[in-house]
């Protein structure tokens, strides 16, 4: 098996984007540019991509660590030269150089895979295999002219085209496979172009044909793949076309979106078979959604983990995990590492954070849990409040099994609702209310024994007496 490195380059200053922050760190469907081209090339290759860095280096490594080796082009001097910088660590350390920028993040690793396999498979010894492109809008790319053997002649840019090579209709992508033991010495004959006498990668073809290795070219056949980006309407191109990308993606697995073009779905999301997703859904982060889930309208999930049956309305979940059948919305926020067991019912307006909810909790209007423990089918009435916050420490609620908080309950945490235990409405509940105990009042005293059990046997009497 040859060997393969690659070589991503995004020492650019992207001026054009008009930004403080570096252009390959832009976020595209909410993953920085660069990623995607990292993510890429070890995919293809299976080892790390050597990074050539200049513009907010720093920031770029932070980003990525381990995933890629970083060398550093102090000096904008062109392509060719920065690829030069990656000499020192791939110097006869690879069979084939795979070449590639960190600003086109549509380029898929299958793409990437045939180029490489029509370099390594061609006959003749080519010295590189270049990816071009077949379009009416040149977009200021480089063109191809081609011999009458179909190998490539030259590459000539735009600014240096006669009006005759203009009209030419194959475009330089920018990706090339290189042979590894040829490339390096042809990178040091490279001469500067004026007018800004930079060094040009697209150099290489006229030395290869001038020492007798062919140049070949594969056509790419997706036009979304060979976006580039140079300004903040390239961006958005891009984030259309991979809105599209994944969305069809999802469509063709199973996964009912009402509206795509108003469904925003991040690279690393899952989604279950018949799950059907509602306009103005934004799935991101590492959200995982089970099946037969109806997400939206009007949500935000970011980190979700949701299983099957689930079903959110005009709600946000962050950071949080919801099992089987849990219900929510409108107008529901969980965050901070909150769970939610088996059928949990959340209704209008409620909070939860950091708390974990049993199976089959009801909370069905208006209400905030923080730093809570809720013991399976406890109901949370409307208004009920975890006072967790006493303004030096966050402070735990513990509430138990069949537990029956009501309506308007301050739980002035730490404080332990027993199970089976019941509140009055409007109580301040300040100490520990024991098992089956009901409290009431400001702040809340214990009365007697919870009568809800009592009162709903009553009521089966009453209703089998019929
Ligand atoms: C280059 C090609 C052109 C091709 C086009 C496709 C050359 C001379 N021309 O032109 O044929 O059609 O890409 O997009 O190669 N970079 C560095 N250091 C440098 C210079 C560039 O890291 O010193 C990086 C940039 O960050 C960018 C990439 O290389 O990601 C391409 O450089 P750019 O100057 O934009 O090349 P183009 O003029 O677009
Ligand atoms: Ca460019």
Known sequence: MPTLASVILAAGEGTRMKSKLAKVLHPLAGKPLVDYAVEAARQLSGRAPVLVVGQQSDAVRAYIGERAVFVEQAERRGTAHAVQMAEPVLRGQADHVLVCYGDMPLLRPETLRRLVETHAAAPGNPALTMLTFVSDNPRGFGRIVRKADRTVAAIVEEAAATPEQLTLRELNVGVYVFDGAW???????????????????????ALANAGGRPVLALQGDDPDEL????????????????????????????????????????????IGQDTVIYPNTILQGRTAVGADCQ????????????????????????????????????????????????????????????????????????????????????????????????????????????????????????????????????????????????????????????????????????????
């Not at 490339?183 to 073809?205: C, G, H, M, Q, S």
């Not at 697995?253 to 108003?262: E, K, R, Y």
């Not at 099992?323 to 965050?335: H, K, Q």
């Not at 509140?423 to 209310?433: P, Q």
């Open 295 to 466: 997400i939206g309208p009007n949500s935000i999930l970011t980190n979700a983990t949701v299983g099957d049956s689930c079903r959110i309305t005009a709600s946000v979940v962050e950071d949080s995990t919801l099992e089987r059948r849990v219900e929510m919305g409108p107008f529901v926020r969980v965050r901070g590492g909150a769970y939610l067991c088996e059928g949990v019912q959340m209704g209008n307006y409620g909070e939860v954070k950091k708390s974990h909810l049993g199976p089959g909790v009801k909370m069905h209007h208006f209400s905030y849990v923080g730093d809570a423990e809720v013991g399976a089918g406890a109901n949370v009435s409307a208004g009920v409040i975890t006072c967790n916050y006493d303004g030096v420490n966050k402070n735990q609620t513990i509430i138990g099994e069949g537990a029956f908080v009501g309506s308007d309950t301050m739980l002035v945490a730490p404080v332990t609702i027993g199970a089976g235990a019941l509140t009055g409405a409007g109580s301040v509940v300040r100490a520990d209310v024991p098992p089956g105990k009901v409290a009431v009042g400001v702040p809340a005293r214990i009365i007697g024994d919870n009568p809800i059990p009592e009162r709903r046997a009553a009521k089966k009497r009453a209703e089998g007496g019929k």
């Open 227 to 270: 976006i580039g980006i140079n300004n903040r309407a390239h961006l958005a191109e891009a984030e259309a076309a991979l809105r599209r990308r994944i969305n069809l993606g999802h469509m063709l697995n199973g996964v009912t979106l009402i509206d795509p073009a108003a469904t925003y779905i991040g690279p690393d999301v899952t």
């Open 183 to 205: 490339l390096w010495d042809a990178l040091a004959r490279i001469t500067p172009t004026p007018p800004k006498n930079e060094f040009y990668l697209t150099d290489v073809v």
